[in-house]
């Protein structure tokens, strides 16, 4: 049984441009949720996803913006890439709030 | 904000020793949670504490909570240098999850 799976592992993307960043959830799981974990940081929450609709969001701008599919995977999208926008990316999944698993992440450098 | 912060930031020891990390935390909860995670990577559950829990076990993991101090730390017996990794505690606040700032632990073989 196929945990959460992140693509791609790591990414080089220069100030300006745009990125997408994408999560299968774990099979039966029906909840996204993505953190941004910044070096020596915890992570934090940037926003989840539930039935397609973004449910709660943290502090992000509105350069973050996301979508889940009906097959309840999700992609993180990224616009106007700042230098610090330089971090880990986890998504977990969960079924509803329960069994949260994170995926192993997304290593994202802004050049 | 809920964050709480770990103490120490760093921790360095001998195989064969044990370690602790402390957490507190700022808001009152149903649970805690502490994770692990390898070199930068995904986290990995270890152990959850319920509220009107004080002390848990698994394994060579210890968890204690003491919920008028705001507080929880977690004991690592007899280290192995494969539990090199960094140690976060985490709480639940609506749909969310509030991290520590985290504890880097080496352990030298």
């Known amino acids: 049984d196929a945990g959460v799976t992140q693509s791609p592992t790591h990414l080089i993307k220069t100030r300006g441009q745009q990125v997408t960043l994408r999560c299968s959830p774990k099979?039966?799981?029906?909840?996204v949720s993505w953190y941004q974990q910044a070096l020596g940081q915890g992570p934090q929450f940037i926003f989840q996803?539930?039935?397609?609709?973004?449910?709660q969001r943290g502090n992000f701008p509105d350069r973050f913006s996301g979508h889940q599919f009906p097959n309840y995977s999700s992609e993180l999208n990224v616009n106007a890439l700042l230098l610090g926008d330089s971090a880990l990316y986890l998504c977990?999944?969960?079924?509803?709030?329960?069994?949260?698993?994170f995926g192993s992440g997304t290593r994202l450098t802004v050049v | 904000s809920q964050q709480g912060e770990e103490d120490p930031q760093a921790l360095s020891i001998q195989e064969g020793e044990n370690a602790t990390m402390n957490c507190s935390y700022k808001?009152?909860?149903?649970?805690l949670q502490w994770y692990r995670q390898n070199s930068g990577r995904g986290l990995v559950h270890l152990i959850l504490?319920?509220?009107?829990?004080r002390e848990k076990h698994s394994g060579r993991l210890r968890v204690t909570l003491d919920t008028s101090k705001k507080s929880s730390s977690l004991l690592i017996t007899a280290s192995r240098a494969a539990d090199t990794a960094s140690y976060f505690c985490?709480?639940?606040?609506?749909?969310?999850?509030?991290f520590g700032t985290g504890t880097s632990l080496t352990v030298i073989p």
């Open positions: 977990a999944s969960s079924l509803g709030q329960l069994g949260y698993t």
């Open positions: 099979s039966g799981h029906d909840t």
């Open positions: 996803y539930y039935e397609e609709e973004e449910r």
């Open positions: 808001t009152s909860i149903n649970n």
């Open positions: 504490i319920r509220s009107n829990e």
């Open positions: 985490a709480t639940i606040g609506g749909n969310q999850f509030y």
